[in-house]
Nanobody, 126 residues
């Protein structure tokens, strides 16, 4: 089992920045690729960003590329999503998720993720 707890959500104005953190506990953190997904009201959950087990490879949704940065800290068993240039359409509940490192190639698909946090709300005002 892997337990994931997100933090850092809140209210921010358009163009502002927020940093989300995900603290992982349980099984060996380094065995897992990590991802961030989001779900806006009335919409399906969608992929945002992912990072491989080593922190070498990253993936981003086209909608956030160039604005969001994902990183991981093995010593702290944590993953961070730095969000800059926020837009109202970024408003959503953001979820941290983990999947065994061998699944990294399919990490954009939410059904591949094995463990999920409860989410943190990000609201971007216009």
């Amino acid at each position: 089992q892997v337990q994931l707890v997100e933090s850092g959500g809140g209210l921010v104005q358009t163009g502002g920045s927020l940093g989300l953190s995900c603290a992982a506990s349980g099984r060996a953190f380094s065995s897992y690729a990590m991802g961030w997904f989001r779900q806006a009201p009335g919409k399906e959950r969608e992929f945002v960003a992912a990072i491989d087990w080593a922190g070498v490879s990253t993936l981003y949704a086209d909608s956030v590329k160039g604005r969001f940065t994902i990183s991981r800290d093995g010593a702290k068993s944590s993953v961070t999503l730095q969000m800059n240039g926020l837009k109202p359409e970024d408003t959503a509940v953001y979820y941290c998720a983990a999947t065994y490192y061998t699944n990294y190639g399919n990490i954009r698909r939410s059904h591949v993720m094995e463990y999920w946090g409860k989410g943190t709300l990000v609201t971007v005002s216009s």
